[in-house]
Antibody, heavy 119, light 108 residues
Framework: EVQLVQSGAEVKKPGESLKISCKGS????????IGWVRQMPGKGLEWMGI????????RYSPSFQGQVTISADKSISTAYLQWSSLKASDTAMYYC????????????WGQGTLVTVSS | EIVLTQSPGTLSLSPGERATLSCRAS???????LAWYQQKPGQAPRLLIN???TRATDIPARFSGSGSGTEFTLTISSLQSEDFAIYYC?????????FGGGTKVEIK
C-alpha cells in the first residue's frame, strides 16, 4: 500500500525553529514528487512547494519562497518541511502528498501535521 | 498565477439530490489539467477526479467531472450521506499550482 506518514503535532513559540517530516512507503520514494500543502484553521488549501527526492529538485510557490525550506533524505524515504523562525501565522495543518511530476494531481496524501505557534 | 474560483460557496441539499459544483479559472487550463478533491472534517483531502473527468481509483460512478478551458464542473448524481464534505478543484497546468477556495456540500 502506498502511504505517507507524517510526524506528530507540534506546539512551538514564535521565533523557534521546526522541522516536520513525511515518510513514504510502498512505492519507489525516489521516483515521485512530494508536495507540501498548508491549511490554516477553517480555511482552504494552499500549495507551498514540491521536491523530487531522486535528485532534490525543489520548486516553491512564490508565496512561500524564502519562508520555508523543503528537503528530502532518500536513504530513509523521508521528506521534510522546515522553518527557521516560526510566526503565529504559521499555525496550520500541513499535508504532504505524492505526485508524478510538478504538473500533476497529488494522491495519496499524508494524514497531516498540526503546527501551533503561540507565546 | 491561475486563480480558481469555486461556486457556490455552500450548497445545501438533501440525500438523493444532484449536486453541481463549479470551478472557474482566470485563464485557460490547457489539456484539462484539473483535479477535484474531497475533504471531510478532520481528514486529509482525497483525490476524486484528475484530468478534468477521469475518476480516481475506487471513486464511485456517481462522481463525474466535465469541462475544459476555463469552466469545469463536478457533479454528484445522487448524494449519499458520506458525500457531505468540502470539495476543492486544483489546476496543475501552470506553476504555481493552485486550489480553488472550496465548495461545502451540507445537508439541507
Amino acid at each position: 500500500e502506498v502511504q505517507l506518514v507524517q510526524s506528530g503535532a507540534e506546539v512551538k513559540k514564535p521565533g523557534e525553529s521546526l522541522k516536520i517530516s513525511c515518510k513514504g512507503s510502498g512505492y519507489s520514494f525516489t521516483s515521485y514528487w512530494i508536495g507540501w500543502v498548508r491549511q490554516m484553521p477553517g480555511k482552504g488549501l494552499e500549495w507551498m512547494g514540491i521536491i523530487y527526492p531522486g535528485d532534490s529538485d525543489t520548486r516553491y510557490s512564490p508565496s512561500f519562497q524564502g519562508q520555508v525550506t523543503i528537503s528530502a533524505d532518500k536513504s530513509i524515504s523521508t521528506a521534510y518541511l522546515q522553518w527557521s523562525s516560526l510566526k503565529a501565522s504559521d499555525t496550520a495543518m500541513y499535508y504532504c502528498a505524492i505526485g508524478g511530476s510538478p504538473y500533476n494531481w497529488f494522491d495519496p496524501w499524508g494524514q497531516g501535521t498540526l503546527v501551533t505557534v503561540s507565546s | 498565477e491561475i486563480v480558481l474560483t469555486q461556486s457556490p460557496g455552500t450548497l445545501s441539499l438533501s440525500p438523493g439530490e444532484r449536486a453541481t459544483l463549479s470551478c472557474r479559472a482566470s485563464q485557460s487550463v490547457s489539456s484539462s489539467y484539473l483535479a477535484w478533491y474531497q475533504q471531510k472534517p478532520g481528514q486529509a483531502p482525497r483525490l476524486l477526479i484528475n484530468a478534468a473527468w477521469t475518476r480516481a481509483t475506487d471513486i464511485p460512478a456517481r462522481f463525474s467531472g466535465s469541462g475544459s478551458g476555463t469552466e469545469f464542473t463536478l457533479t454528484i448524481s445522487s448524494l449519499q450521506s458520506e458525500d457531505f464534505a468540502i470539495y476543492y478543484c486544483q489546476q496543475y497546468y501552470m506553476w504555481p499550482l493552485s486550489f480553488g477556495g472550496g465548495t461545502k456540500v451540507e445537508i439541507k
